[in-house]
Nanobody, 123 residues
């Protein structure tokens, strides 16, 4: 099994920054082959893709809404994935979830999910 725990969410003013972390554990977790990603969901809205990163960290992908503002990264030695969020906007307000799974299918259906961490951006 793979367990994922997010942290780093909070309240920030528009234009500010937050750094989210997702700690992975479990014998099934293969850091160099398992893709990971961030998704978010605001109340009344569907879950939205934010960013993904391959196991080797050699490939990243971002939604158009966060590109150039957010940076996804991972430290496989620490089994941790990060999402650096800069220039935050009120529309970024959502519960952010980390996910892990096959990089080819993670955007459609991840194998593992964390519990989420709330990000609230005030005007």
């Amino acid at each position: 099994q793979v367990q994922l725990v997010e942290s780093g969410g909070g309240l920030v003013q528009a234009g500010g920054s937050l750094r989210l972390s997702c700690a992975a554990s479990g014998r099934t977790f293969r850091p160099y082959t398992m893709g990971m990603g961030w998704f978010r969901q605001a109340p009344g809205k569907e879950r939205e893709f934010v960013a993904t990163i391959s196991g080797s960290a050699g490939s990243t992908h971002y939604s158009d809404s966060v590109k150039c503002r957010f940076t996804i990264s991972r430290d496989n030695a620490k089994n941790t994935m990060y999402l650096q969020m800069n220039s935050l906007k009120p529309e970024d307000t959502a519960a952010y979830y980390c996910a892990a799974g096959n990089i080819a299918t993670i955007r459609a259906e991840a194998d593992y999910w964390g519990q989420g961490t709330q990000v609230t951006v005030s005007s």
